[in-house]
């Protein structure tokens, strides 16, 4: 038995929706999870005229500990609230009072970490130190192979600067910080690059690794949301909590209208329990 926690996101979006439709379909399947909504009242009273929620529920008014759950699902958008995180993954990871997170996107053709996450592109080359990239490839790693369950990971590293830098002719990041890292005996046989982003995803050579480490954020999530088309899934990776997340936005233009695909937020919710399931059998022994 799992225990997950669904947050419904902007309460102008399609979150509230996509909440409801998930839920109607898990609670139809024959399993023993524990689902926990994080929904305002009325805005669950609302959106139940638009989608019929089919399963039984208990409203709790209060909130839930991450000390009391095994997973957060969410699809939570708070810039304009003047919270001080940029992204949940900061949120989260500062919650659980850690350091060393990655952001990562999963799917079933592509997986994607990021170096860098909510910054702006004139600070990323600035950013990119040798302790730090070491620290969050440690960390991909980790989740891979604890996580996912792929006992030999291959990683490939993309460059930061067009054609990964051309030995030095166009910027220097790749020389003298990215492959110093990525030939250190610690990373052998498992991280290759640098590669040239364009090359590398004109040539689909996606398929030979397990995953695809970026610089930056659209680096790597413009291929990821191109080839996966909401199909795929956020993923904090280092966090002691398992929180997954659909890879779509709040989609202002069909809320309310009932037609909003619950796909993503379904497969989030499979990647948690699926990382669930592996952890507990590593804790297990």
């Not at 019929?52 to 810039?79: A, C, Q």
């Not at 830098?165 to 640098?194: A, L």
Request: with cysteine.
């Amino acid at each position: 038995m799992g225990r997950f926690v669904f947050t419904c996101g902007d309460i102008n979006g399609i979150g509230p929706e996509i909440l409801i439709k998930t839920i109607n379909k898990l609670s139809s399947k024959k399993n023993t999870d524990k689902y926990t909504l994080i929904i305002p009242e009325k805005i669950f009273n609302l959106t139940s005229r638009i989608v019929e929620p089919t399963f039984e529920y208990k409203i709790i008014r209060g909130i839930t500990s991450v000390n009391h759950t095994d997973d957060i699902i969410s699809v939570l958008d708070f810039k304009s609230a003047g919270i001080k995180y940029p992204g949940q993954t900061e949120m989260y990871a500062d919650w659980c009072k850690v350091k060393n997170f990655v952001m990562t996107f999963l799917s079933g053709e592509l997986r994607v970490g990021l170096y860098s996450i909510h910054i702006p592109v004139k600070d990323v080359s600035s950013s990119i130190n040798k302790k730090l990239l070491t620290s969050k490839l440690d960390t991909v790693i980790k989740m891979l192979k604890f996580d996912l369950g792929i006992k030999k990971p291959r990683i490939a590293l993309l460059g930061l600067n067009p054609h990964a830098g051309e030995n030095g002719i166009i910027g220097d990041e790749e020389k003298k910080v990215i492959e110093p890292v990525i030939n250190h005996k610690h990373f052998k046989g498992i991280i290759e690059g640098t590669f040239s982003s364009d090359a590398f995803f004109a040539g689909r050579r996606f398929k030979d690794y397990d995953l695809v480490f970026g610089l930056y954020h659209d680096q790597v999530l413009i291929p990821f949301k191109y080839i996966n088309s909401g199909r795929g899934v956020n993923y904090s990776a280092g966090l002691p909590i398992i929180r997954t997340s659909p890879d779509h936005g709040t989609a202002y233009d069909i809320a309310g209208h009932g037609i909003a695909d619950e796909s993503s937020m379904i497969e989030a919710y499979n990647y948690a329990k699926f990382i669930l399931r592996n952890r507990k059998k590593i804790n297990n022994g």
